[in-house]
């Protein structure tokens, strides 16, 4: 399984993007994927997550109600819309399929991971 992140960039603060992650194998409809980010100096935190239908998603506190994660099972793609983006924002973002078929933030069920796309939000 490879996954590819793309769509990061530069934005001003309030401003949105949309990250995508395709991913490779025939599978993609039958795991859970998360987004998660790292910004410098900090280690890798949860950002959100869904489930492998579509139907359930579950976010961190700090980007509820900012961003919205969403999936393509026939594109074999998951995105994340980021509205009202923020300076602490602004991090590296990975995409990662869960091992399992539901939306978690726990990072040891994660077991593929993508390259990372950077995403820099200026005051």
């Known amino acids: 399984v490879q996954l590819q992140a793309f769509g990061g960039g530069l934005v001003q603060a309030g401003g949105s993007l949309r990250l995508s992650c395709a991913a490779s194998g025939r599978t993609f409809s039958r795991y859970g994927m998360g987004w998660f980010r790292q910004a410098p100096g900090k280690e890798r935190e949860f950002v959100a997550a869904i489930n492998y239908s579509g139907d359930s998603t579950y976010y961190a506190d700090s980007v509820k109600g900012r961003f919205t994660i969403s999936r393509d099972n026939a594109k074999n793609t998951v995105y994340l819309q980021m509205n009202s983006l923020k300076p602490e924002d602004t991090a590296v973002y990975y995409c990662?399929?869960?091992?399992?078929?539901?939306?978690?933030?726990?990072?040891?069920?994660?077991?593929?991971w993508g390259q990372g796309t950077l995403v820099t939000v200026s005051s």
């Open positions: 990662a399929r869960d091992g399992r078929i539901g939306a978690t933030d726990r990072f040891a069920q994660y077991d593929y």
